[in-house]
């Protein structure tokens, strides 16, 4: 696949098959997304690959915890605000998804049962956690890991799988540290959902839209 075919064609999946993602393609894409740029060749990244039983038990904890109303608590602060033209292109994009569910956005229970797949990971038989070192600055560190993150997500579209950027895994830490033995020092940044994407699923097919690109570029000369 060329390289803007990936970039263009690549989308975050919100259902996938029960299809099993072979261990050896996981080991492919991350054999070639280590070579992901970051500051000084640093690679401060540190991937987790949690499938079968482990991610089962995940995936079931995360639902409960995400269910009862717990407080995240991620090791990453999420965004609580966003400037108005950022909040736009946010609210345009649950719109468009509450529509194609057919959910009235008045249906707080319609809309917290999509939540709750988002908990479970769309279905995702594979999840890749993402994390760094404590002790290094966290704001290149950051952009180090969501170097290697959409690099990750790039050559899985391009061998066939979906994947979807879920910081809806990473709200407990604390709970991914247990299941997958995450030391303490590491600070878990992402979590990539990867596995087969159901084709017909809505939600995996609709128009996307991204801002024109004289709205994000100034040129000076």
């Known amino acids: 696949m060329e390289l803007e075919a990936a970039v263009r064609g690549r989308r975050s999946i919100r259902k996938f098959s029960d299809r099993k993602v072979p ?5 492919e894409i991350l054999d070639a997304a280590r070579w992901a740029p970051s500051w000084g060749n640093t690679q401060p990244w540190e991937l987790d690959v949690i ?6 038990a995940f995936r079931a904890a995360n639902e409960r915890m995400f269910a009862a109303g717990l407080a995240a608590a991620p090791d990453v602060p999420m ?3 966003w400037p108005a033209e950022l909040k736009a292109r946010y609210g345009d994009l649950g719109r468009t998804m509450l529509d194609l569910m057919g959910i009235d956005r008045a249906d707080k229970d319609a809309r917290n049962q999509l939540y709750a797949r988002m908990a479970g990971l769309f279905g995702a038989p594979c999840l890749i956690v993402v994390s760094i070192p404590r002790e290094v600055s966290l704001e290149y560190a950051m952009l180090d890991a969501g170097l290697v993150v959409q690099t990750i997500c790039l050559l899985a579209h391009a061998k066939g799988l979906g994947t979807c950027i879920m910081a809806a895994a990473v709200r407990y830490p604390d709970l991914l540290r247990r ?3 995450i030391p303490e020092n590491r600070r878990i940044v992402a979590a990539i959902a990867a596995g087969y994407p159901d084709p017909e699923y809505p939600l995996n097919r609709f128009a996307r839209n991204r801002a024109d690109l004289r709205e994000i570029v100034r040129w000076v000369d």
């Open 23 to 27: 261990g050896v393609l996981v080991e």
């Open 51 to 56: 499938t079968g039983a482990p991610l089962e």
């Open 79 to 81: 965004p609580e605000s």
């Open 179 to 181: 299941i997958a033995l």
